[in-house]
């Protein structure tokens, strides 16, 4: 007999022969709330890596005593990734400062590939802090609706991005190194100073 325990408290004992898929979808469809997710899965008290939880999943149910998952809100989900959004900015500003000095020394191969691992990490940034928002906000309207630090920088952060492409196209080198060191670095500071610890202080709340 298989247990099947969600945060370590039993939910099923099941004889079945389920696979392990269809005890996740019992649990996401059965015992989890709207708001929660499975961030990871344990088997006979071991947990497993992603890659393992794929290769499991159509396996019998039946050969393991005890199959656990842990859970969390998207709201707690949201906080956990906005803790790591300040180290996550470090990084792209020094990615930046790395892609202004290869063109100023003119290695602009170095500089092409650098330039398209910043447009795609800002453009994972944009829509990871739009989700974090959009979901801290669910609980949060009346509070964030005396701010305006996220819509502002949204918006001044979109410009530049919708500024850079054209002018690295023209290979319009000073104005490109302008929207890098100023106004994108000075955008994604205000973001970790301001931006940031709003939505943080909002937890306690």
């Not at 469809?29 to 497993?48: A, P, R």
């Not at 892609?99 to 990490?121: C, H």
């Not at 928002?133 to 991005?161: P, V």
């Amino acid at each position: 007999m298989t247990s099947v325990t969600v945060n370590n408290k039993l939910v099923k004992n099941s004889d079945k022969n389920f696979s392990v898929n269809d005890v996740m979808e019992f649990v996401l469809n059965e015992i989890l709330h709207s708001d929660e997710v499975i961030t990871s899965v344990d088997i006979n008290g071991k947990q497993l890596s992603y890659e393992e939880e794929q290769e499991i999943m159509s396996e019998s149910a039946q050969q393991y005593n005890d199959i656990n998952f842990t859970t969390t809100s998207s709201y707690e989900l949201a906080f956990d990734a906005l803790a790591d959004c300040s180290s996550y900015i470090d990084t792209i500003i020094k990615k930046i400062e790395m892609l202004t000095e290869y063109q100023n020394e003119n290695k602009m191969n170095e500089a092409n590939v650098l330039f398209g691992e910043v447009i795609e990490i800002m453009d994972l940034f944009v829509q990871l802090m739009s989700r974090i928002y959009k979901t801290i906000r669910k609980r949060h309207t009346q509070h964030l609706q005396t701010s305006t630090t996220f819509q502002n920088l949204e918006i001044h952060l979109l410009s530049i991005m919708k500024a850079l492409v054209p002018a690295k196209e023209k290979n319009d080198i000073i104005m490109l190194n302008d929207l890098l060191e100023y106004e994108l670095t000075d955008n994604l500071t205000q973001w970790k100073i301001k931006a940031i610890p709003e939505l943080k202080k909002l937890r306690d709340l």
